[in-house]
């Protein structure tokens, strides 16, 4: 009886593995593609997010000299 069973799991085994779609690696493909693209801009967007911060750094850095100067008046 367990002989049975486990031949009869075996092929719906094998039925769900040839129910996979056609399309299975284009999908598999297009989402490695999609995440490599996420990555991409998530690292964009984190370099900018600096440069952002490094200007604003900049700005209240002569902002703060400015001050100074007239203070110095």
């Given amino acids: 009886m367990t002989e049975r069973n486990t031949v009869k799991i075996k092929r719906a085994e094998d ?3 040839a129910r996979k779609p056609a399309g299975d690696v284009e999908l598999r493909t297009e989402n490695a593609r999609l995440r490599s ?3 991409t801009a998530q690292q964009r967007i ?3 997010e600096q440069r952002t911060a490094d200007a604003l ?3 209240d850095w002569v902002l703060d000299s400015l001050h100074s100067l007239q203070g110095n008046d």
């Fill in 15 to 17: 039925i769900k593995s």
């Fill in 37 to 39: 693209e996420l990555a």
């Fill in 46 to 48: 984190a370099e900018l």
């Fill in 57 to 59: 750094n900049r700005i």
